[in-house]
């Protein structure tokens, strides 16, 4: 898809999601250039939610303005490295994706605890009811892809449709490199429990790898498809280096 294309396909996109869910968004930038990782080969930025507060008793979208901009580079090279990229798909989840970020944030300005709101659904995931399955979001950011929720610990990892998967899963605790088993079966996202040696005794951890394709339309409920597929697993990690 040429950029002139993308670019106007995207504004379709955006004037079909309703205005509510938009108010406080200043506007749609779509940008020519790729946003690549930093340190990681393949991995592109393919939109970010800028946001800016202003000081006021009110907190609202009058006062939490965003820019939702879109990295055109990005998805065209996605495209080259996926045979079955498609472009409809990932540009409404990730206008969605994105939304979901503002509207995070009108929610922090107007008191909402995030905190407890992802102890709340832990609550849920532990007891087998129904729940958020991004909800550890919501809690402390650790950096590197960690989130900690009371005491329990999530590593989130994407992993896209159609990519090779490997036997394996590896992560990074404390400087340490391990590795679990990767399941059979990952839906769209899927807790592995991990435990072993020199992993925190106190809590569980667990790594979370989220299906990347159809994400964002599936896992919230204001732009809700259909409900996601979420299993579960365990497994014991081992050193990185280790024989399987």
């Given at each position: 898809?040429?950029?002139?294309?993308?670019?106007?396909?995207?504004?379709?996109?955006?004037?079909?999601?309703?205005?509510?869910?938009?108010?406080?968004?200043?506007?749609?930038?779509?940008?020519?250039?790729?946003?690549?990782?930093?340190?990681?080969?393949?991995?592109?930025?393919?939109?970010?939610?800028?946001?800016?507060?202003?000081?006021?008793?009110?907190?609202?979208?009058?006062?939490?303005?965003?820019?939702?901009?879109?990295?055109?580079?990005?998805?065209?090279?996605?495209?080259?490295?996926?045979?079955?990229?498609?472009?409809?798909?990932e540009?409404?989840?990730?206008?969605?994706?994105?939304?979901?970020?503002?509207?995070?944030?009108?929610?922090?300005?107007?008191?909402?605890?995030?905190?407890?709101?992802?102890?709340d659904?832990?609550?849920?995931?532990?007891?087998?009811?129904?729940?958020?399955?991004?909800?550890?979001?919501?809690?402390e950011?650790?950096?590197?892809?960690?989130?900690?929720v009371?005491?329990?610990?999530?590593?989130?990892?994407?992993?896209?449709?159609?990519?090779?998967?490997?036997?394996?899963?590896?992560?990074?605790?404390?400087?340490?490199?391990?590795?679990?088993?990767?399941?059979?079966?990952?839906?769209?996202?899927?807790?592995?429990?991990?435990?072993?040696?020199?992993?925190?005794e106190?809590?569980?951890?667990?790594?979370v790898?989220?299906?990347?394709?159809?994400?964002?339309?599936?896992?919230?409920?204001?732009?809700?498809?259909?409900?996601?597929?979420?299993?579960?697993?365990?497994?014991?990690?081992?050193?990185?280096?280790?024989?399987?």
């Open positions: 898809m040429r950029f002139e294309e993308f670019e106007a396909r995207a504004w379709e996109l955006w004037e079909k999601i309703p205005e509510r869910y938009r108010a406080g968004v200043d506007g749609l930038v779509v940008v020519r250039d790729a946003k690549p990782h930093p340190s990681l080969p393949d991995i592109y930025t393919l939109g970010e939610c800028v946001t800016e507060d202003y000081l006021s008793d009110y907190a609202g979208p009058e006062t939490t303005r965003s820019v939702v901009v879109l990295y055109y580079g990005s998805f065209w090279r996605l495209s080259r490295l996926d045979e079955e990229f498609d472009w409809d798909e540009l409404w989840e990730t206008l969605t994706h994105e939304l979901q970020h503002h509207l995070e944030s009108l929610a922090a300005e107007a008191g909402l605890v995030s905190m407890d709101y992802a102890a659904e832990n609550f849920k995931r532990r007891e087998g009811e129904p729940f958020d399955p991004l909800f550890y979001r919501s809690g950011r650790l950096g590197q892809g960690w989130y900690q009371e005491e329990d610990h999530f590593l989130e990892q994407p992993y896209r449709d159609g990519a090779e998967p490997g036997e394996w899963i590896e992560f990074e605790w404390e400087g340490e490199r391990y590795r679990v088993p990767r399941p059979a079966r990952l839906g769209d996202v899927c807790f592995v429990r991990v435990d072993g040696p020199g992993l925190p106190r809590g569980e951890v667990f790594v790898l989220v299906r990347r394709k159809r994400l964002a339309a599936a896992l919230r409920g204001l732009f809700r498809r259909a409900a996601p597929e979420v299993r579960e697993a365990e497994a014991t990690a081992e050193p990185a280096g280790g024989q399987g």
